[in-house]
């Protein structure tokens, strides 16, 4: 690649991941959105704060981050239990996302689906042990 073009999604230049949380309380989803809101920036302003829905189907949260440039380092972070996030984004992309991840969480990585372009990852959070 010349040093002029831009990489493409399939060469793993894509720098936007989708973040789902889902089957968690809304308390451990603002954790995991706020330490990522730390490193990278987001779609959602940091006082959105998710809130549950009531009813008999389970509630999604979602968020985008940008992960082309790391802000600052997130702390480790404390859940009331394991949250699963559902990622999706370019490869490269779902690797940084996962590899900040591990500093404010330990992070294990439950499943992996791949594509051309992009890969969908599903990964365990828990507070990490000292």
């Given amino acids: 690649m010349k040093s002029s073009e831009k990489p493409t999604s399939a060469q793993g230049g894509d720098t936007e991941v989708t973040v789902e949380l889902s089957g968690c309380e809304a308390e451990d989803a603002h954790a995991v959105f706020g330490a990522l809101r730390t490193v990278f920036a987001s779609d ?12 008999a189907r389970p509630t999604v949260w979602s968020s985008t981050f940008d992960v082309s440039e790391v802000r600052e380092k997130a702390a480790p972070t404390r859940l009331t239990r394991p949250v699963t996030a559902d990622v ?38 828990d507070t990490l042990r000292a």
């Fill in 44 to 55: 959602r302003a940091p006082d959105d704060r998710p809130e549950e829905v009531a009813g």
């Fill in 88 to 125: 999706q984004g370019g490869y490269r992309a779902v690797a940084k996302l996962q590899e900040e991840l591990g500093g404010a969480f330990a992070v294990e990585v439950l499943g992996t689906a791949a594509g051309d372009q992009e890969q969908e990852a599903q990964l365990r959070l």
